[in-house]
Each structure stands twice: as structure tokens, then as C-alpha cells.
């Protein structure tokens, strides 16, 4: 483990100014090694900042995002990505969509998709949103000069009824047509008034994240007893750090040989 840590801080120091290596490229002494074992009963090794903070309380990433405290990925064959209400709104970009095909996807019939499809570009906001479990989405679409503080706005109560006996005829007609999670989420979204921006969005985290349920002391990645003896790598061998490390063993070194040689010479002199 230390070895592929050194390999990995080697290569990560190459494109990190040397001011900056505390930070995010920090010697392997400043880190402690646990084992865990997650919900799905894996069983995995984690490294923390120090030996105070038990896994289970940390923040893990997960990409660029920081999931919940005690949450790890570890995919299976998981099932589908379940709607979780939006509780907060962040970044946004733009993109430009193209215009849809004018042949339907396998999922819609033909008359369905003449009332979804866009049959020139459009321009559509995307936001970073935090939703109620604690994950975080950044493709929730809104329109160009949508404003979290405007909040949703609601589709006409005569729309609404329309819309909700033309899904229940659709529905009836087909009943694969959605499957239960989407089709709920379409009535939820009906009884709303059907709001847009949606409320909620599909959590593409939660299907993929384990909670922490146990975990073991392993010990420091470079050992205390043992830390003098190890061996840097060829790579991390003429790294500041490491060669501070090397000049403090052969001062120490240096002085326990003046001592002989005093003691030495007062032999000599008797």
C-alpha cells in the first residue's frame, strides 16, 4: 500500500506546484489505514488524514462529489435510479440541444412522441442540484432565464385535467408504457399541477452507494516504529521530502560518529 501511494503522490506532485503538496499531495506519514466493511458485506481499505476520525464519519469522493459521511461507491448489479425531491440549487451552464428525430425512440408511439419532440434546436440551462439524500446531479434542466427564487410555475388546472385523462387512457392502453417508479413520478407531477422546473429529479448516486457498517485499525502507512527504515522508491527518492528525510539520518548519523571519534582520541591520549 505504501508503495502504490508513493507512486501515486510521485505522479500527482509532477503537475502540483511544491507549495501546494500539504495540501493535496501529502507525505505518506500523514495518513492512517482502516479496513471496512460496507452494507453489501465488501470489504475494502481506506486511508484517512490522521488516526482521530473513524471512516465512518468522513466524507468519501466520488468523482468530484463529496458523498455523505460514511458513503462509499461500490457498484453491483444495481437496480433502477430512484426520484429524490431537489433541496437545493448551485451552478448552471448552457447548452444547445439539437432537434429531435423525427422517428420516434423505442419507448414512444408515434403520437406520443409528435407531442414530445422538438423538431428544431433549443437552448436549455442545466443545474447542479443537491437533492434530498445528500448526492448531487448537474443536468437539471430549466429554461434559459429561470431563477431558483422564481420557483416552479404550474400548468393551467383545465391543461392539468387534460393531460392527467390522456395519460390515464395511455396508461390503460399500454401498461408497459412506464415503468412503476416513472409512472408514479407522472402522478406525483399531476397532482403537483405539473410544475417545472420538476421538484424532483433521478438520483444516479444512491443505486451505486454503500454505508459504512464496521471498521478495523489497521495502523500508519508508514509504520513508527519502522518509519527510518523504510526505503523510498526510485521515484520518490529525490523529492524534497524524501531527501530532508535522508540529510536528517545522516546529521544524526554524523554525530554519533564525532562521538566515537572523541571517544576515540581520549583513548589515544590516556
Known amino acids: ?7 501515486y503522490n510521485n505522479e500527482r506532485r509532477r503537475h502540483i506546484p511544491s ?9 505518506p506519514e500523514k495518513y492512517y489505514r482502516w479496513r471496512v466493511q460496507l452494507d453489501c458485506a465488501c470489504i475494502t481499505e481506506l486511508f484517512t488524514w490522521g488516526n482521530e476520525t473513524p471512516p465512518s464519519e468522513s466524507r468519501w469522493l466520488d468523482g468530484r ?19 429524490r425531491e431537489i433541496i437545493a440549487w448551485h451552478d448552471r451552464r448552457e447548452i444547445t440541444l439539437p432537434a429531435d428525430p423525427a422517428d420516434p425512440p423505442k419507448w414512444a408511439d408515434p403520437d406520443v ?12 440551462a442545466f443545474w447542479k442540484v443537491t437533492l434530498e439524500c445528500g448526492h448531487v446531479e448537474d443536468s437539471m434542466p430549466t429554461d434559459l432565464d429561470w431563477k431558483p427564487d422564481d420557483g416552479p410555475s404550474l400548468a393551467d388546472s383545465a391543461r392539468v385535467s387534460q393531460m392527467t ?58 509504520p513508527r516504529e519502522a518509519k527510518q527504515q523504510t526505503e ?22 554524523a554525530e554519533h560518529l564525532r562521538g566515537r571519534l572523541s571517544e576515540w582520541d581520549d583513548v589515544r591520549d590516556v
Do not use: K
Open 165 to 222: 385523462e390522456e395519460f390515464e387512457a395511455l396508461w390503460a392502453s399500454h401498461p408497459d408504457f412506464q415503468p412503476d417508479r416513472d409512472l408514479e413520478h407522472t402522478r406525483r407531477m399531476l397532482a403537483a399541477g405539473w410544475p417545472l422546473p420538476r421538484p424532483e429529479t433521478e438520483c444516479y448516486t444512491c443505486p451505486h452507494v454503500r454505508q459504512i457498517v464496521a471498521y478495523q485499525r489497521v495502523g500508519w502507512l508508514v
Open 19 to 27: 507549495a501546494l503538496w500539504p495540501f493535496f499531495a501529502p507525505d
Open 232 to 253: 523510498p522508491t526510485p521515484q520518490g527518492r529525490n523529492s524534497r521530502a524524501a531527501l530532508e528525510r535522508r540529510l536528517r539520518r545522516l546529521e544524526v548519523d
Open 1 to 7: 500500500m505504501l508503495h502504490e501511494y508513493e507512486m
Open 113 to 124: 412522441w409528435a407531442l414530445l419532440r422538438h423538431d428544431e434546436p433549443r437552448a436549455s
Open 65 to 83: 462529489e463529496a458523498l455523505p459521511p460514511g458513503q462509499l461507491r461500490c457498484e453491483h448489479d444495481d437496480g433502477p435510479s430512484p426520484y
